[in-house]
């Protein structure tokens, strides 16, 4: 079977080597056939890989121990249900499932797509060849996971065991498909930039596959850190680390290119402008892979470093000169831009949006590379963590929820000032007594809480009222107010697919600020029957089993929550403490018991690693979050109590953005299309 | 016009305030050496502050950086502690001096020329009227 | 050609950037020190003042500290227990600093996340005679720097932090750095 997968693989690298040569030919000759069958070699690359994925996900089922990758990634005791993380969890594996998420796409987009007879199409499907032949060039020969053990085994190593979690299922394989599928709007804008006169053609496919791309890197981050926030149990769900820096870098150039493609679709400007936005997307793409894959830089999220950093820093260098070459040597042909007419436009407001995008983008890319720039200039170490793009991107990112506010207020070409005061009077004054309110309620030195919450309320509130105003209109010729808010929506799904997915933001921001600025945390140990209070809970810790499993020694600890006045428990509190501990059987009157939560502490002792799984108890409002720190010996547990203000809108906040994304990308029907205004 | 100036000048007010400090030594003691195990590097994790860190050294250093707020230091003087200990890379961010400048240029620049490029946008659109 | 000013601008940052990550990449070495347990010898830099004191509590109740041992060389141990290359270097420290007592050569050992119980048993066995401290919540350790066990801090007869080794250290490379620094001594006599 490892044959069959290899020689698949050998295979589908002739094939997309075909790819290339017969489209360039092709095109030289001008030989329609000739392209023709070398678009069809995409669809037999598919194939080939798919034969691979299969004859790897065989291998891992038939527990074939022979193969160094199957070894190294499971085991006869794992559950098969696990072949799926298993697949992915190391380089090879995870590079030959983003080459088959690669091909698979690319597949299906020119198979599907209306412009199969444009001239972009053979250039576009060289560059999409030109990659596929890449990532199944490392597969064969750097990273080849079909490669056979030079001795005998019974059993394999196993799964790492913190991938041992239902995050991982989703996680991963969403963040790496969201980055490779970034190649197909690549390929096809650089595909028209090379064929060069119209730059329009392949406007409505980069768009697709971008927000494609787009909503699912956004989903694989979602993910990623609710996956962090509810298992991982460190407390926090984004830590600015490299390896999510380097997912976040492509998918902010990808949402600048999302807002600005509609201004080429719309008014014809902007053509370079998006073409650039894509170069710089897929180049930051490369260099996440050149990170993950052994890069220079310092992470958690440790991928097993290897010499395919260099391969990969070569590709990324490639991509790099490909994309300037290609843009300089067609710039000078192209210069028929429109022109903006006034600032006071919404065109404006994207330009300003790209802009604030773009910023973070680079200042996340510096802080990424700082730590190597310093590393080799003055060779002394530093950290670039978390404070630092708080406070560099902590601004830009409130200014960006400004601009979500004004966007909606302003009119393509130009906005009539006066009509514009009108429109920005209502939410701006709203979200100025918000900030007023909210500075005389939390007290000034959270003023930053105030006007980031001021933000959001403006930027949600002019949503509001752009719907509301446009309902009435409806409402007004006869319509039902559910059927005219949702007529309306559907009248332009790109605009309002556009809000649904701002909402969703807006909700993750009122997380993040909640649980960054208003976050309390108090770190106890406590014996059994004793309690921690924090605020007014009280979390008392009522039983402790110890479970030994051949590959885990387990110990859950069993805690009951209460709901309580404080004031009833002056008496025990401690000075330069926000939590205080509680003697046994001593309770309030007026404690409320609202939960209980099972905290776990698992020691797997063949790979010496520990995982923690914490406990929380939601509320829209808060949530309150314990972290088991230790089990000490004389029986105490020590524990970490934090109380997460409005971290559930994190979580929220998914199925709106699946739903925005979705209803933007959803085709308008025929008969609608001439009324989308 | 009136709304303009307004927003005006509550983003210069904004940005006057945010990169004026907050007095960090003003808040209680379990208060400070939450923000401070934020803001320091576990030395044997990668990429992990104390705060994130389950390790013994993390929390040890955790209890380091309550006994020394007891005995009245400031931050500064903790951060200082452990850099002597640690070099600077236990810092979550380098301090403020030598090439280290740079981490705040770039950025600086990075908006600055960005704000340049809108504004010629904008004379232009002007221009052309 | 304001064109190409403009391509070389943009070029330039970029290829510093592709010039700075060759370069670190080319240097990087595959260092993983888990679990604060390190594995393999070396030197490593001493980033603590050179003339750093210490007061340790021995396990006998004594407080000590350099100055109670003028004149001499100090090797601080930092050690534990459950730590696997530590238990492997036990019965080389005790027949060292046996060996080596008379020569001005004093050994101290710091235990780290240890219990008391754990700390004799291990003397007892090892033989081990010469002066030992618990160090429960590790803020001596860290006071000196140390990220993981064991790890030994060498100062000087003068008082002085000369080296700071990390991982496991067998007899001859002890040997080796004992003798160079009596062997200094005697020549400054």
């Not at chain 1, 971008?210 to 926030?229: D, E, P, R």
């Not at chain 1, 769900?237 to 080429?264: C, G, K, R």
């Not at chain 1, 409005?646 to 308008?668: H, K, R």
């Not at chain 3, 007892?124 to 801090?153: L, S, T, W």
Request: overall charge positive; charged content about 15%.
């Amino acid at each position: 079977m490892s044959e069959l997968g290899y020689t698949c693989l050998l295979l589908g690298l002739c094939l997309s080597l075909y790819g290339i040569i017969g489209n360039l030919v092709g095109i030289l000759t001008n030989s329609p056939e000739l392209i023709i069958s070398s678009r069809r070699s995409i669809y037999m690359t598919t194939l080939s890989v798919s034969i691979s994925v299969i004859s790897l996900i065989y291998l891992f089922i038939s527990n074939d121990f022979s193969v160094k990758y199957v070894h190294d990634h499971s085991n006869l005791a794992m559950d098969k249900s696990y072949v799926w993380v298993a697949f992915y969890s190391g380089n090879e594996g995870s590079l030959l499932y983003i080459t088959f998420i690669l091909t698979f796409a690319s597949s299906i987009v020119l198979r599907f797509s209306k412009l199969k007879n444009k001239d972009i199409i053979p250039w576009s499907t060289t560059i999409l060849s030109g990659v596929i032949f890449f990532y199944i060039l490392v597969l064969a020969f750097f990273a080849n996971p079909f490669e056979h053990m030079n001795k005998e085994v019974v059993d394999g190593i196993g799964i790492n065991p913190l991938l041992l979690h239902p995050g991982m299922f989703s996680h991963p394989p969403m963040l790496m498909a969201g980055l490779a599928i970034i190649t197909i709007p690549f390929a096809f804008a650089n595909g028209s930039l090379i064929n060069g006169n119209k730059l329009d053609d392949w406007v409505d496919i980069g768009r697709i596959t971008t927000l494609l791309s787009w909503g699912i890197l956004g989903i694989g981050m979602l993910l990623g850190a609710w996956w962090a926030y509810t298992i991982l149990g460190w407390g926090g769900y984004w830590s600015w680390d490299p390896i999510e820096n380097v997912a976040l870098m492509p998918w902010l150039a990808l949402t600048a290119f999302i807002h600005s493609i509609m201004v080429q679709k719309r008014r014809g400007m902007f053509q370079i402008w998006n073409i650039i936005l894509l170069n710089i997307a897929f180049i930051l793409a490369q260099f996440g892979t050149f990170i993950n894959r052994g890069g220079p830089v310092v992470s958690v999220h440790s991928f097993a470093s290897s010499t395919l950093g260099y391969i990969f820093l070569g590709f990324l260098i490639f991509s790099l000169i490909f994309s300037f070459t290609i843009f300089f040597w067609r710039i000078p042909k192209i210069r028929s831009e429109r022109n903006m007419e006034s600032f006071l436009s919404r065109e404006a407001s994207f330009l300003i949006n790209n802009f604030l995008l773009l910023c973070i983008t680079f200042i996340t890319l510096w802080g990424v590379i700082y730590p190597v720039f310093s590393d080799v200039i003055r060779d002394i170490s530093v950290t670039v963590a978390a404070p630092y793009f708080n406070r560099t991107n902590g601004p830009l990112l409130i200014l960006l929820v400004l601009m979500m506010g004004i966007g909606p207020l302003l009119n393509w070409r130009k906005s009539d000032p006066k009509q514009l005061v009108n429109k920005i009077f209502f939410p701006l004054t709203i979200s100025l007594l918000i900030i007023i309110i909210l500075i005389i309620f939390i007290g000034l030195e959270k003023y930053l809480a105030a006007i980031a919450f001021g933000s959001l309320s403006f930027a949600i509130i002019s949503i509001f009222q752009d719907w509301v105003q446009n309902t009435k209109i409806r409402i007004s010729s006869g319509d039902n107010k559910f059927f005219a808010w949702w007529n309306l929506i559907n009248s332009n799904r790109q605009r309002h697919g556009g809000y649904i997915v701002h909402i969703s933001i807006i909700m993750i921001g009122m997380g993040v600020i909640g649980t960054n600025f208003f976050d309390q945390r108090t770190d106890q140990a406590i014996f059994l029957e004793e309690s921690i209070v924090l605020d007014n809970y009280r979390i008392e810790y009522i039983d402790l089993i110890e479970n030994t499993k051949p590959d885990r020694i387990t110990s859950s600890a069993y805690m009951n929550i209460y709901k309580i006045n404080p004031s009833e428990y002056k008496e025990y509190y401690e000075e330069e403490s926000n939590g205080y501990k509680i003697p046994k059987n001593i309770r309030g009157i007026n404690d409320k018991k609202i939960g209980n939560i099972i905290l776990k502490h698992e020691f797997f002792p063949n790979f010496n690693q520990i995982s923690v799984r914490s406990g929380i108890l939601s509320t829209p409002i808060e949530d309150l979050y314990v972290i088991p720190r230790d089990f000490l010996e004389d029986g105490r547990i020590g524990l970490a109590v934090s109380i997460n203000p409005l971290a559930s809108w994190l979580w929220i906040s998914g199925p709106f953005f699946i739903f925005g994304t979705i209803f933007a990308l959803w085709p308008t029907s025929r008969n609608k299309k001439n009324n989308n205004f | 016009m009136l709304h303009q100036k307004k927003v005006l000048i509550f983003l210069s007010l904004f940005f006057i305030l945010f990169f004026g400090c907050i007095n960090e030594n003003d808040l209680t003691l379990e208060q400070r050496s939450y923000q401070l195990s934020k803001q320091i590097m576990c030395p044997i994790c990668d990429a992990q502050t104390l705060d994130q860190s389950q390790s013994q050294l993390a929390k040890d250093m955790k209890i380091t950086i309550l006994n020394q707020l007891s005995e009245g230091k400031t931050n500064e003087q903790i951060r200082d502690f452990f850099v002597n200990r640690y070099g600077e890379e236990v810092l979550a961010y380098p301090p403020q001096k030598g090439l280290n400048i740079f981490l705040w240029i770039i950025p600086t620049t990075i908006f600055v020329t960005g704000v340049l490029i809108i504004l010629n946008t904008y004379k232009n659109i002007k221009k052309r009227k | 050609m304001k064109n190409r000013k403009k391509i070389i601008l943009a070029l330039l940052p970029i290829s510093l950037l592709i010039i700075i990550l060759l370069i670190s990449s080319l240097g990087k070495s595959d260092d993983n020190n888990q679990l604060g347990v390190n594995s393999s010898f070396s030197y490593a830099p001493i980033a603590i003042p050179e003339d750093k004191d210490f007061t340790i509590k021995t396990l006998l109740g004594d407080q000590i500290s350099k100055k109670d041992y003028p004149g001499k060389i100090i090797i601080l141990d930092f050690w534990s227990s459950w730590c696997i290359p530590c238990i492997q270097e036990g019965p080389v420290l005790s027949n060292l600093s046996k060996e080596w007592s008379d020569r001005n050569v004093q050994f101290l050992g710091v235990s780290v996340w240890d219990t008391k119980e754990n700390v004799l048993d291990f003397i007892n066995k090892n033989d081990i005679q010469y002066p030992n401290a618990i160090d429960k919540n590790g803020q001596i350790a860290i006071d000196f720097g140390v990220r993981g066990i064991p790890e030994k801090i060498i100062i000087d007869s003068k008082g002085k932090i000369i080296h700071r080794i990390i991982g496991p250290s067998t007899k001859p490379s002890l040997e080796k750095i004992l003798d160079q620094l009596t062997t200094e001594i005697l020549k400054n006599n």
